[in-house]
């Protein structure tokens, strides 16, 4: 049993021990808290309130501004952004001028649109063919306005989509004549090409050091070679001689047939619509089509056997 003297003396001795504990608890909560920096302001209440720059340089603190660039356009976020700034303003445009009057179609200038494929390069984003082909499709409607009525917002509006060159404006080459009075014409068809001068002459043809009948076999592809001459009715009138090479000798003579009128053509340029008629101007741009894995031919199927 202790005595009153004891206790005391005990309680004494907790005191002082919670007393230092208190000082060191107190010391180490100092050392912990944060002492607020002249180059930040913290705010205490749920209320924003706007700071006055001169207010804060004249209490010392140091103002720092935060800036950050901000985007042109909202379409910057998006995966095409200068595709679809073109879209939008075409399709604004589209909106409002689509009731405008047309001009006549003789009277629309022509105008080489962008490919697809070149329109992608030429803004280097992932464009969709469809979003595309919308947008192309706004844009030729809003060319067919009138002159008079169309604005030069438009016309900036356009631009993009319009290729540099004017395709339909470049002047046709001429074949020219030797200083012999030959011209040289080159055709093609499929996988056979020829070569043929033209010169004014009784109406001799020689192919590949060949005449006419020993060159080709068949009717037809005699027929076929000298076409251009005798549709325009200047069979006597011009001497051919020919180079021809590759393919079979139907190719090879209906390539002769284009080399042919191009030559014809360089003589006498006037007969370009009656050569045109005849089908000698353009050519045929049929290929043999290749044959498939799994097909006898290029088309034909293997017969079907039930068992």
Not at 159 to 174: E, M, Q, S
């Amino acid at each position: 049993m202790t005595t009153p003297r004891a206790g005391l003396a005990i309680l004494q001795g907790c005191t002082r021990t919670r007393r230092i504990q208190w000082q060191s608890l107190e010391k180490g909560f100092q050392a912990l808290s944060i002492t607020p920096a002249r180059t930040t302001i913290r705010a205490l209440s749920t209320q924003s309130n706007p700071m006055n720059p001169a207010d804060a340089a004249s209490k010392g603190m140091a103002v720092i501004m935060h800036a950050r660039p901000l985007p042109v356009s909202p379409s910057y976020f998006t995966l095409s952004a200068r595709f679809n700034d073109d879209f939008i303003k075409i399709q604004n445009l589209y909106r409002r001028f689509q009731h405008v009057p047309h001009a006549p179609p003789d009277k629309v200038p022509r105008v080489a649109w962008r490919k697809f494929q070149d329109y992608r390069a030429f803004c280097g984003e992932a464009v969709r063919a469809s979003h595309y082909s919308e947008c192309i499709a706004m844009a030729k409607h809003l060319h067919k306005i009138h002159p008079d009525l169309k604005s030069e917002e438009v016309m900036q509006a356009l631009h993009p989509f319009k290729r540099d060159i004017n395709a339909h404006g470049n002047a046709v080459r001429t074949i020219p004549i030797d200083k012999f009075g030959r011209a040289l014409g080159t055709g093609r068809r499929k996988t056979s090409v020829a070569r043929a001068w033209v010169v004014e002459g009784s109406g001799e043809i020689i192919i590949n050091g060949k005449s006419l009948a020993e060159a080709f076999g068949r009717v037809h592809d005699r027929e076929s070679a000298i076409w251009a001459l005798r549709a325009s009715q200047r069979l006597d009138k011009y001497n051919v001689w020919a180079l021809v090479e590759g393919g079979g000798p139907t190719g090879q003579a209906e390539a002769m047939t284009l080399a042919v009128a191009k030559a014809l053509m360089a003589h006498e340029p006037a007969l370009k619509p009656a050569l045109r008629r005849a089908g000698c101007v353009t050519r045929d741009p049929r290929m043999v089509e290749r044959k498939k894995p799994g097909h006898v031919k290029a088309r034909k199927m293997p017969a079907w056997v039930k068992r």
